[in-house]
């Protein structure tokens, strides 16, 4: 069975930093592309990036290039999304998911469909 769970989440203050955790099972983890998103309430759900788990490759949103950086521990199957400075409108439940194959091209901003499995997801709250 495949799967996917974040964890990492929780309440943070403007400004602060948070790493999130992806860890994966059942499937052949060097040959995915890992993606993480966010959607924050009333949203559309938003792609962060997206890494090539064989090589650490990662692709990452226009929006988060500044403030995110995805690394990965092939060992441990899970892949980690640091995010700084973090503001309010950071809030938002974020999501891991996997890709068969690579990363979509066209970018995470706009390939979130064509990911084939999901994480139930980690909220984080940022108080301002």
């Known amino acids: 069975e495949v799967q996917l769970v974040e964890s990492g989440g929780g309440l943070v203050q403007t400004g602060g930093s948070l790493r999130l955790s992806c860890a994966t099972s059942?499937?052949?983890?060097?040959?995915?592309?890992i993606g993480w998103f966010h959607q924050a309430p009333g949203k559309e759900r938003e792609g962060i990036s997206c890494t090539r788990t064989w090589d650490g490759n990662t692709y990452y949103a226009d929006s988060a290039i500044e403030r995110a950086s995805v690394s990965v521990d092939n060992a441990k199957k899970t892949v980690y999304l640091q995010m700084s400075s973090l503001k309010p409108e950071d809030t938002a439940v974020y999501y891991c998911a996997a890709v068969i194959g690579s990363c979509p091209p066209g970018g995470p901003e706009y390939t979130s469909y064509a990911y084939d499995y999901w994480g139930q997801g980690t909220q984080v709250t940022v108080s301002s």
């Open positions: 059942g499937f052949n983890f060097d040959g995915y592309g």
